[in-house]
DNA sequence: TGTGGTTGCACAATCGTTTGTGCAATATTA
DNA sequence: TAATATTGCACAAACGATTGTGCAACCACA
């Protein structure tokens, strides 16, 4: 197929290899290639479409310009918008990006981390499934890796991720600044770090306002379903709270569909504030009120991190970084004040 | 780094290189390698994690087990999506995915093909930006190319596509079914061809029902703006439409936002049914009549056709396929029998 | 003319695999 | 016991690039 090599380039032209490669990699100067030569060569790679093997240079140089992208899935907009991002940023550092999708399944990581690793990938970067380090960190001894949105406690592996605590805090605080008292927070997988860390900000916004005792968190999945299962619960309740908050958008989701199935209205019957933003919550009626990740941020940041550590001019040591999330104000909070 | 290769763990178990490969590479039987002798050699390479270079492999075998794809963005659900099942079906076949995005800028794609060329993909999975196929032609006569979501009229490329003549006849017919005459088409950028089915679509259910004096097709992009300004303009007509055939989510979504601005209900006062799908469409208020795109079975089928190709079993030839969407009905769309 | 510096390029090793071929040592057969 | 098969492995070339080094040819200068 394409056929194209230095070597036919240097018997068509009739210089050498050696004289071929210093051409098109550009360091013809630096070896004092004749001006003549450069043209003749590059004219010549020109018109037979010469395009270079980053296999072969990779195998000489030890270095893809390759990043690794393990993430758990394509179809969550979140994740999706993620790569997006990561993809971007890469391409202006010259890095191709490599997905591999772990399904939210940790026993699929190993394997996709190998993936990775034979195809010589210059860094990772890195959404974890699971609960264990070990895969991550066997691998960070031999290639600069860096996780997003999730990381472990029980490790020193550098992370970047949005201030879950922080956004839950302000969310909480919204709520509660609007006269709400009975707050129900419905979670997703409570082995997350975003999820424990959202919980936290939870349930220390009510110990900061007094509001202990009204602390309820339930479900334990990101799905449409729980969010359902989940509101239906609580709203069968006697005391049922006056507001929800929502941890991920699937479960505002399952949220409004149970709100709606019992002839409630959002904001005027009960309260709604989600985390993660998507245009179509601008759209809903009654319009979403939302803590919005700073997606774009993350994967900027990631890239020139794990750039930065390629180059080695960093440390990998203080690399972990928190972004503040910002809240998107709606109309499905009621100020019951 | 990653310093382990057949040649360190000949070295260590005292065999030659060329035995440690075939054990590794399971061709041992094949040349008659001793039991022991595999064994020693499996236990050494698992002690070391070994992983093998793709790099070196790539170089020798001429194959990479790489599926290049090519797609405006990852930032649209449509695409997200259809990366989602592309990479999820390439993994089935042992194959990795190389993603790399235009930007929906026709001027990107010769590099964005250089990429995935010079790091010898097997095969790619292209979503055109631009009008002329001609870098698509070049690159098809090196390796099998597939086309998918769009494709040019002027070249006998493969793609795959959804049927999109045959989902906008539907969308339009069920709309006439109901009692619309006056129906206003807002599209996407005319040049694309899935738009241009649409329109076509759209048109001739028009004319199958004698209504071809009431066609009406504004916009030009797939944005939320251009759904808006259009819908803010229909609307401001004395003989205003009685629906809206939205050919994209965004344009439903300015369409959605220029309506409620205009103090009128969905359904009530003017239908609407757009193309494309999304699980908030369900949840908003009315829920949204929609024409659903059959992703999945596009990113499958390309993939399962593209490593065919690749290995050789098929040819190029009659490869086109279109696939028929389904509509999901939601309560947009008003009986004015 | 001899010395020394510059210019312009080629040679060859190397990166980590795969695989055709060759060659001992052992086993089988007559 | 001699001839032949079989077993078990090693040698070496090749894939396509990079790069340290060497070596002519040319120039300038004394």
Chains 1, 2 share one sequence.
Do not use: W
Not at 10 to 26: F, K
Not at 116 to 137: C, N, Q, T, W
């Amino acid at each position: 197929m394409s056929n194209e090599t230095l070597l036919t380039i240097a018997q068509r032209t009739g210089y050498s290899i050696s004289t071929v490669s210093r051409v098109l990699s550009g360091s013809a100067k630096k070896y004092r290639i004749g001006d003549k030569t450069v043209e003749i060569i590059k004219e010549e790679a020109r018109k037979c479409h010469y395009t270079p093997s980053l296999l072969a240079k990779g195998l000489r140089n030890k270095e893809t310009n390759t990043i690794g992208l393990l993430i758990p899935s394509l179809e969550n907009y979140f994740f999706s918008n993620l790569a997006s991002t990561v993809i971007t940023e890469a391409t202006v550092f010259g890095y191709t990006v490599i997905i591999v999708c772990t399904q939210e399944k940790e026993q699929n990581e190993a394997e996709c981390l190998r993936q990775l690793m034979s195809r010589r990938v210059d860094g990772i970067v890195a959404v974890p499934s699971g609960h264990s380090p070990k895969e991550f960190e066997m691998i960070a001894e031999q290639v600069p890796i860096i996780l997003i949105d999730r990381y472990f406690e029980s490790s020193s592996l550098p992370y970047i991720c949005t201030d879950n605590y922080g956004g839950s805090l302000m969310a909480t605080e919204y709520l509660i600044k609007h006269g709400h008292k009975r707050i129900t927070c419905i979670q997703g997988p409570p082995f997350q770090t975003p999820v424990r860390e959202r919980v936290r900000g939870y349930n220390d916004a009510l110990k900061n306002a007094g509001l202990s005792e009204y602390s309820n968190v339930a479900g334990e999945d990101f799905t449409i379903q729980n969010g359902y299962i989940e509101t239906k619960l609580v709203l069968s309740y006697n005391d049922r709270p006056t507001a929800i908050l929502a941890l991920s958008n699937t479960i505002l989701l399952g949220a409004i569909k149970a709100i709606s199935e019992s002839q409630m209205k959002i904001s005027d019957d009960i309260s709604i504030i989600s985390f993660d933003n998507n245009q179509f919550l601008d759209y809903m009626t009654p319009s979403i009120t939302r803590i919005e990740q700073p997606i774009q941020e993350i994967g900027i940041l990631a890239i020139r991190t794990i750039v930065k550590r390629i180059h080695g001019n960093s440390a990998p040591e203080h690399n972990s970084i928190q972004l503040m999330p910002r809240i998107i104000v709606g109309d499905s909070v009621k100020n019951l004040k």
